[in-house]
C-alpha cells in the first residue's frame, strides 16, 4: 500500500509529495485497540522492560502492520530511536534517518529536509505544493482549537484527536479533512460547555485512556493541549523551514515553555497537568517546569497502555479541588 511509517512528526510535506501513505507509528500503536498486547509482544521479543513503552509498542506494531518503510528521528524526539531503527533493520525494514538540530539552525534543518528529499525523490516544488495543501487543512484544526478555548464548544478529548492525527492526517488527507468539516459543524451546533476549571495539558500525548472524560466529569476541561498543537503546525508560516523551526516540541525546554506560558495566559487557564512518560529523559525536565510556571502543576507519571488507574483518579481529584479553591 506504499505505506511510510514515522516515529515522530516529520515534515510530511515529503511524503505526500513522493505519494507516501504517512503513518505516524505512535498513533498505530495506540490506538489499535491492542496497546498492552503489542508491549508485552515487544518484551516478549527482548525489549527490557524498564524501556519506554512508546519504543516498545512502535517496535510491535511496525512488526505486525507489514510497514517495509520508516523514517526515524534520531535527535530532538527518544533518546532510545537509535536503537530502535538498528533492530528494525534487522527485521529487513527500510530506516531512513531524520534529525532536528538542536540549535535550530536554518542551515542544518534545510540540510535534513533536503536529505529526506533526496531519500523519497522529490524536490522543492512538489513538496511545497503538498505544503499548501496540508496548510489549508491545518487551518482548520487551528479552527478546532480556537473552539475549544474561545467558544467552548469543544471537549478537551476532541481538540486532543483531531490535533494529535494532524501528524499524520489520518493517512488520508482528503478523508481527514471531511471528517473535521463534518465535526466542525456538528459542534456549532453545541451549546458552551461550562467548565468551572480551565486546564493545560503539556508532555507528550498520553498512554493511558479515560484522562479527557475523567477531567470533565469533574467540572474541568482541558483547553490547552501542548504537544498535540504543535503536530498541526498552528503558527500559519509558508515557509516549510521555518515551520519546523517554529515546532517547538524537537527543540529544548525553555523554546517550548515560551510557547507554553503564552498559551497559559492567552486561554486563561487555572491549572497545568504535566504528563511524563516513564523511562523518558523529558521526565528530568518537569524540575524545570514547575520552576518557570506560575500556576498550579500536576505531574502525572504513565507506563504502559491501560484505563486510568485509582491512585492517579484520586490525585487528580485532590488537584482539582485545591485549583478550584484557589478560584
Not at 495506540?30 to 515487544?42: F, M, P, Q, S, Y
Not at 484527536?161 to 494532524?166: K, W
Not at 468539516?181 to 460547555?193: G, H, L, Q
Not at 520552576?291 to 498550579?296: A, D, G, Y
Request: with cysteine; charged share 30%; glycine share 8%.
Amino acid at each position: 500500500m506504499n505505506r511510510t511509517g514515522f516515529t515522530t512528526t516529520i515534515p510530511l510535506e515529503v511524503l505526500l509529495a513522493a505519494d507516501r501513505i504517512p503513518v505516524d507509528l505512535n498513533n498505530l500503536f495506540i490506538t489499535g485497540g491492542k496497546g498492552l498486547e503489542l508491549v508485552e509482544d515487544a518484551e516478549a521479543c527482548g525489549f527490557p522492560r524498564n524501556t519506554c513503552s512508546w519504543i516498545k509498542g512502535i517496535y510491535a506494531a511496525v512488526m505486525e502492520s507489514g510497514i517495509r518503510e520508516m523514517v526515524a528521528v534520531t535527535e530532538g524526539d527518544c533518546s532510545n530511536t537509535r536503537a530502535l531503527m538498528e533492530v528494525l533493520s534487522l527485521g529487513g525494514i527500510r530506516v531512513i534517518p531524520f534529525a532536528y538540530p538542536h540549535d535550530r539552525s536554518v542551515v542544518a534543518l534545510t540540510e535534513q529536509i533536503e536529505r529526506l528529499m533526496g531519500a523519497f525523490g522529490v524536490g522543492w516544488d512538489a513538496v511545497n505544493r503538498a505544503g499548501e495543501r496540508l496548510e489549508s487543512i491545518r487551518e482548520k484544526i487551528r479552527e478546532v482549537d480556537r473552539l475549544t478555548w474561545e467558544e467552548n464548544l469543544v471537549s478537551g478529548a476532541e481538540n486532543h484527536c483531531f490535533q494529535v492525527s494532524s501528524s499524520d492526517m489520518n493517512s488520508f488527507p482528503d478523508r481527514f479533512e471531511a471528517e473535521i468539516d463534518r465535526f466542525m459543524a456538528e459542534a456549532r451546533s453545541r451549546e458552551p460547555f461550562r467548565d468551572r476549571i480551565r486546564l493545560a495539558y503539556i508532555g507528550v500525548p498520553p498512554i493511558i485512556e479515560g484522562l479527557y472524560p475523567f477531567l470533565e466529569s469533574h467540572g474541568a476541561r482541558v483547553v490547552f493541549n501542548e504537544t498535540q498543537r504543535q503536530f498541526s503546525m498552528p503558527y500559519g508560516i509558508h515557509d516549510l523551514v521555518e515551520r519546523y523551526r517554529a515546532y517547538t516540541y524537537p527543540y529544548d525546554i525553555f523554546f517550548r515553555l515560551a510557547d507554553i506560558e503564552r498559551e497559559l495566559e492567552k486561554r486563561r487557564i487555572d491549572g497545568v497537568i504535566h504528563y511524563v512518560q516513564s523511562f523518558c529523559f523529558r521526565q528530568i525536565e518537569d524540575m524545570i517546569v514547575r520552576r518557570r510556571l506560575s500556576l498550579p502543576v500536576l505531574t502525572l507519571e504513565g507506563d504502559k497502555p491501560g484505563p486510568l488507574d485509582a491512585r492517579t483518579a484520586i490525585r487528580i481529584e485532590s488537584f482539582l479541588e485545591l485549583v478550584g479553591g484557589m478560584k
